[in-house]
Each structure stands twice: as C-alpha cells, then as structure tokens.
C-alpha cells in the first residue's frame, strides 16, 4: 500500500493498527480516571467532607445561639461564619465534581473510542486480504472509485431496532440501578442488536472509503446541485435538516422566555411579573443572576461568576479554533508542494502525512474537552438545583445535549479519519474527506456561537 492510499486494496496488517489505536485510548481512560476520577477527586472529596461538617458546625452554632436568647451582635457574626461556612461547602463540593466528572467521562469516552476503532478494524482485519476491495470485488482495477454504498441503509436499520427497543432498554438500565425496578437485561436485546447492526455498517464504510483515493466521484446532474459531487449534495441536504432541528429548539426556548418572569422580565418592569417565578441556566451561570427561595429557606440561583461561566467560555473558543485546525489540514492535503514549517513546528509536523494527521488529532482533542467541560458544567448546574425536572432545565438540557451529542458523533467519524490519515493517508486527490466533514463540523460550530449567548448569557 502506498503512503497516499494508490490502490484498492487494505492489508490486514493495516486493519489491525486499529488495535494498537484502541490499546492507546484505554491506557489513556485508565490513567486519567485513575489520576482524576481517583486520586485527586478522593483528596477533594476529603476536603468536601471536612467543609460539610464545618457548614453543619456552624448552622448548629446559630441555632444553639438564637435559642440560648443571643445578643443581635452575636447572632449576625454566626450568621457570617455560617454565610462563609455554607460558600466553602459549595466551593468544595463542586471541586470534587469536577474532577470526578472529569475522570469518569474521560474514561467512558475512551472506552466508547476504543471499542469503536477497534470493532471496526476487526472486523475488516478477520477477512481475507483479498475482500478488501469493493463491494463487486473489482480490487485493483475498480476498487479505487467511489461507489454506492450500502452502510446507510445499514446504519438506519441499526438505529431504526435501536429506537424501537429503547423504552424496553431504560427499564432494563433502571433495573440494573434500582432493585424494586420493572425489567430485565433481556429487555436490552432489541436495542443492543440495533447497536449491533450500526457497529456492523460503521465497518463496512470503513472498509468502502479506506481505499478511495478520490477518483470516480459521482457527479450530481440536477438542479440546484449539478456538477457538484453527489456526497457533497447530500451532506449539504443534511445539514439543511439539522438546521430545522436546531431550530425546534431556539423557538420552543424563546417562545417560553416571552411567558416566563424571569430576572431580566422583572428588571425591565414587566407588569404581569411582580417577582422572578423561573429560573434558566444563565441565572446559575452569570454573576447577579435571578434568585429564588425554596420553602426550606434555600437560595438558589444569581451565584454565579466568571468561574461558573468558564467551561462554556473555554468550550467557545475550543470549537472555534478545532474548525481552524480542520481547515488547515484540509489546506495541507491539497497542498501541491508542501514544504515543513520552520521550527517547533516542524518537528512534529515533519511531512505533510504526519502534519494532517496531526492538524486531525488537534482537532480532535480540542472537541473532547468541550464534551468533558461540558459534563462538567452539567453537573456543578445540577448540583446547585438546575435540573431537567423544570421546563427551563428540560429545554437547556435537551438543546445542549442534543448540540453534545452532534460534537460527539462528530468526533468518531473524526477518529477515523485520523486512522485513514495515519495509515493510507490523504492528499490533494482524495482530500474531499476532511472537506465534506469539514462542512459538518463548522455546522457544529457555528451552533453552538449561536448556542452560548443565547443559553448561558441571556
């Protein structure tokens, strides 16, 4: 197999790198679940621990001084330590969060790369070397020409079982959590055979597109598409649809936001909204938000600052900078004549294979910490009351998971895009690839630019 993928065929040898692919990432969960999930979140939660007894030490003291019959003096400097007490348990609590959510999603997401590169290799490397052509078993001849494919029709079927069975799949995860539960683990079959099936079409477009090498495009013949490659159209018709779906979302948010008295309502004097009755993740998120009292005496919301609004922040500018490093490996693939950069950057970016495969995993790592950020930050929303229990918690969470989930997706179309890269390669022939997911991953981007002031500021 040539550096640049001219040919059909994918050895076996090649197939089996995804082994060693795999082999990294879960090195990789284990150490960070074992360094963050682990080691420091149990110092955390020791540090979580020692304020919690402190917070209840203190409340304790005022009540003990209030019934004793207290001077006001000595009432108001408890209520200060109890005051400062209850700001270093929050403190506390959600450092332990975030560097226990941290480890486990790093963890699990490794998990999810690791199984998803490595079934994929497999089950193209358990074939004979042979049958990695095209679907006609052309090999050298025709193997190099795009063709249909028949992985979506896979992939669908997959997803369609995945659905069908998931309300039978809940039960059965909820059975697994709860002893007094409905279901079984047989409940799960359907979905899992779904899951199955969508793993099955996964490889088998991996074994379709390992070898393209950018000849034999199809050309799309009607309007408003003529002369434009036929893949190009459809993921263009794609994004058109999940525009409409985004869309659901920002209406269904702002339609809400006209009825509901929040902060900003009562702060513009609206007549119908004599106090703040809801409260949106931008009021746990920014400094001065609105705040509520829950008949315990709790004060919820309005304490946020620039801490609190970081991991959206970081996350902002992940995004923009991850669709910068895609288009500089595209840039790189159609190079003509590519020359090493001068410097540091040279040395880790030697030839132009090595520089796209690494402009790919840059991206790549800068989309993984907006999925881990953003675990983060649900957890720290949740536990200070933002749940999806309320109308306002069900709209944020849905959007912003729905936006989590598009990154995520993304990421593993892009994890095998850094094993082409890395194994067959790209060029300026068959660098349409990185091109067409290029289109996606900007739509994700330019969603979420939408997303964050919208969600986190307003």
Same mark, same amino acid.
């Given at each position: 197999?040539?550096?640049? /993928?001219? /040919?059909?065929?994918?050895e076996?040898?090649i197939w089996?790198?995804a082994?060693?692919?795999?082999t990294?990432?879960?090195v990789?969960? &284990?150490?960070a679940?074992?360094v963050?999930?682990?080691g ?20 304790e003291d005022?009540k +003990?001084a +209030? ?8 009432i108001?400097?408890l209520?200060e330590l109890e ?6 348990y ?11 959510t941290? @480890?486990?999603?790093?963890l699990l997401m490794? &998990?999810?790369?690791?199984?998803f590169? %490595?079934f994929? %290799?497999?089950?193209n ?6 049958d990695?052509g095209?679907?006609?078993?052309h090999?050298d001849e025709?193997g190099?020409?795009?063709h ?10 997959g997803?369609?079982l995945f659905l069908?069975?998931f309300p ?6 909820k ?5 007094d539960?409905?279901?079984s683990?047989?409940?799960?079959g359907?979905?899992?055979?779904g899951?199955i ?17 950018g000849? /034999?495009e199809?050309?799309a013949?009607?309007h408003p598409f003529?002369g ?6 459809g993921?263009?018709v794609?994004l ?5 779906v ?11 936001r ?8 009562v702060?513009?004097g609206?007549?119908n ?5 809801t409260?949106?993740a931008?009021?746990f998120?920014?400094p001065?938000g ?5 008949e ?12 609190? $609004?970081?991991?959206?922040a ?6 923009i900078i ?8 595209l ?6 004549h ?7 950057? %040279? ?5 132009q294979?090595?520089?796209?495969r690494?402009?790919l ?5 800068l @989309? ?7 675990l983060?930050?649900?957890?720290? $929303? &949740?536990?200070? /009351? ?7 918690g069900?709209i944020?969470?849905?959007a912003? @998971?729905?936006h989590?989930?598009?990154v995520?997706?993304g990421?593993?179309v892009?994890?095998y895009m ?5 194994t ?6 068959? @660098?349409?690839?990185?091109e067409y ?8 981007d $330019?969603?979420w630019?939408a997303i964050f002031?919208?969600?986190? $500021?307003?």
């Amino acid at each position: 197999m040539s550096e640049h /993928g001219h /040919g059909a065929d994918v050895e076996n040898t090649i197939w089996m790198r995804a082994a060693l692919f795999g082999t990294i990432f879960m090195v990789i969960g &284990v150490l960070a679940y074992g360094v963050m999930g682990v080691g420091v979140a149990n110092a955390k939660h020791q540090a979580y621990d020692d304020a919690h007894h402190e917070y209840d030490k203190a409340k304790e003291d005022l009540k +003990v001084a +209030v019934s004793n019959g207290a001077t006001q003096d000595e009432i108001a400097h408890l209520e200060e330590l109890e005051e400062e007490a209850h700001h270093h348990y929050v403190e506390a609590h959600l450092s332990y969060l975030t560097w226990r959510t941290a @480890g486990v999603t790093i963890l699990l997401m490794c &998990v999810v790369y690791a199984l998803f590169i %490595g079934f994929g %290799g497999f089950m193209n490397s358990i074939q004979p070397s042979g049958d990695h052509g095209d679907d006609h078993g052309h090999g050298d001849e025709y193997g190099h020409e795009h063709h249909g494919s028949s992985s979506p029709i896979v992939f669908a079927l997959g997803i369609m079982l995945f659905l069908m069975g998931f309300p039978m799949f809940v039960d059965a995860a909820k059975a697994m959590l709860m002893t007094d539960a409905g279901g079984s683990i047989g409940d799960m079959g359907l979905s899992l055979l779904g899951l199955i099936i969508v793993a099955i079409g996964v490889a088998n477009w991996w074994r379709e597109d390992l070898p393209f090498i950018g000849h /034999g495009e199809q050309i799309a013949t009607s309007h408003p598409f003529e002369g434009q490659h036929i893949r190009k159209a459809g993921l263009w018709v794609f994004l058109m649809s999940e525009v409409m779906v985004f869309a659901t979302f920002f209406s269904s948010y702002l339609r809400m936001r006209t009825e509901w008295c929040t902060y900003w309502q009562v702060q513009d004097g609206n007549p119908n909204c004599s106090a703040v009755d809801t409260l949106t993740a931008s009021d746990f998120l920014r400094p001065n938000g609105g705040q509520m009292v829950l008949e315990d005496g709790t004060i919820i919301g309005g304490q946020g600052d620039f801490m609190t $609004l970081l991991p959206g922040a970081i996350n902002t500018f992940a995004l923009i900078i991850s669709s910068y490093t895609i288009v500089l490996a595209l840039k790189t693939a159609k190079a003509h004549h590519w020359e090493a950069p001068k410097g540091f950057m %040279g040395k880790i970016m030697p030839t132009q294979k090595i520089a796209i495969r690494n402009y790919l995993i840059a991206t790549f790592i800068l @989309g993984s910490l907006f999925i881990v950020l953003k675990l983060i930050e649900w957890s720290h $929303l &949740v536990a200070e /009351g933002f749940d999806i229990g309320t109308q306002a918690g069900s709209i944020f969470y849905i959007a912003t @998971g729905a936006h989590g989930l598009h990154v995520f997706i993304g990421l593993l179309v892009m994890l095998y895009m850094i094993f082409k890269a890395d194994t067959v390669g790209f060029d300026e022939e068959n @660098g349409q690839g990185i091109e067409y997911f290029g289109l996606y991953w900007h739509f994700v981007d $330019l969603a979420w630019v939408a997303i964050f002031p919208a969600f986190y $500021l307003y």
